[in-house]
């Protein structure tokens, strides 16, 4: 079982940036991919950014692209997501998961971290 703990949330004016993070315990850290999720009110969760668990490959949602930036430090179990250009459609929970070869997330949910850009 992974067991997460998401921070770094707030409340930023449009343009500016901020970092979540994430620590995972339970199993392995380095041995699987972790993703970033996003929900915004009224919304399904959404896909935000993805990283291979040797950090070689991530992917990114389209609404992200060239604005955030995910990394992991396996030796502190945690992963991040640097968000820069904020946008008032970024308000949402972020949420992060370990993923599958599919991005498909499979543990389960954290309490996530509130994101609120305003413009």
């Known amino acids: 079982q992974v067991h997460l703990v998401e921070s770094g949330g707030g409340l930023v004016q449009a343009g500016g940036s901020l970092r979540l993070s994430c620590g995972a315990s339970?199993?392995?850290?380095?041995?699987?991919?972790m993703g970033w999720f996003r929900q915004a009110p009224g919304k399904e969760r959404e896909f935000v950014a993805a990283?291979?668990?040797?950090?070689?490959?991530?992917y990114y949602a389209d609404s992200v692209k060239d604005r955030f930036t995910i990394s992991r430090d396996n030796a502190k179990s945690t992963v991040y997501l640097q968000m820069n250009s904020l946008k008032p459609e970024d308000t949402a929970v972020y949420y992060c998961?370990?993923?599958?070869?599919?991005?498909?997330?499979?543990?389960?949910w954290g309490q996530g971290t509130q994101v609120t850009v305003s413009s």
């Open positions: 990283i291979s668990w040797s950090a070689g490959s991530t």
């Open positions: 339970g199993r392995t850290f380095s041995s699987y991919g």
């Open positions: 998961n370990a993923v599958d070869a599919n991005y498909d997330p499979f543990a389960s």
